[in-house]
């Protein structure tokens, strides 16, 4: 058992060495909503938003950070949601 934690601890270590070499060749992260603006400006060029934003997070790191508190307070309610579907007694 202590072997196989340890093959699952190097595993581990050498999967995250390998995802920063290869995060940083100097690539751009951008999010999808970036990507698809500028493809249909390219297609249309007559295109105009139907709305704007109400308030733009001062940064890329806010931004980053606002929609990893959303996906983990989602992961959470989820399985809070099975956890007590799960545990429930029928009668």
């Known amino acids: 058992m202590k072997r196989r934690n340890i093959f699952l601890l190097s595993l581990c270590a050498l999967l995250v060495v390998i995802s920063l070499f290869i995060g940083s060749r100097g690539g751009e992260f951008g999010g999808a909503d970036d990507l698809i603006e500028e493809k249909i400006v390219e297609i249309d060029g007559n295109y105009k938003p139907w709305f704007s934003s109400i308030w733009e997070p001062p940064s890329g790191e806010i931004e980053s950070l606002l929609f ?16 007590r579907k ?3 007694k029928e009668c």
């Open 68 to 83: 990893a508190l959303q996906a983990g307070l989602g992961a959470y309610f989820i399985g809070y949601y099975v956890g």
């Open 86 to 88: 799960k545990n429930v």
